[in-house]
């Protein structure tokens, strides 16, 4: 992020930390472009329950916070092993699957669902972002790919084009 760390410590007195990020400024959802705010009033008419299967803690967090704002529904889980416990009781709209997680991969977990008939969009989210990356996704059974860190009118745009046609 092109940003600088700093930490000034001095014994009995205490210590001070410095981070220092050079961020792009983001508008509010009211001054987006119109086609952004049509996209997000579509998505926001849509009821829908998804799983965020997450081993990142931040990344978790991100990933309801983007969904609270739009208005679906969500659960997380920490691994594939506990996303396929979750689902044999509870039915979702949507799977958000990280790759690469202790446990139990998302594509093994993708794999074991399409075996045993999911249908539901899955969408990868990975920080790996080549076309091989893209390509073993969709082998697995993933529906869709979206590369971290991403911008919410990606995350936006791949939910909309996952769930607008849904009965």
Not at 72 to 80: E, K, L, Y
Not at 121 to 146: H, K, Y
Request: charged share 25%; proline share 3%; aromatic share 6%.
């Amino acid at each position: 992020m092109n940003g600088e760390v700093g930490i000034v410590s001095e014994k009995g007195t205490g210590s001070t930390f410095t981070v220092t990020l050079t961020l792009e400024e983001t508008q509010p959802a009211e001054d987006r472009d119109s086609a952004a705010n049509d996209l997000w009033r579509e998505l926001s008419a849509l009821s829908c329950h998804v799983l965020v299967v997450e081993d990142n803690l931040v990344n978790q967090m991100l990933a309801r916070k983007l969904l609270d704002s739009i208005g679906f529904t969500h659960a997380t889980v920490n691994n594939g092993k506990e996303c396929l416990a979750y689902l044999n009781d509870n039915p979702v709209d949507l799977v958000l699957m990280d790759c690469h997680m202790p446990v139990m991969d998302g594509f093994d977990t993708t794999r074991v669902l399409r075996h045993a008939g999911f249908k539901e969009p899955i969408i990868a989210l990975t920080a790996n972002a080549q076309d091989s990356d893209r390509r073993e996704c969709i082998a697995a059974g993933m529906n869709d790919f979206l590369s971290k860190p991403f911008k919410r009118q990606d995350f936006e745009a791949i939910l909309y084009a996952n769930l607008k046609d849904r009965d």
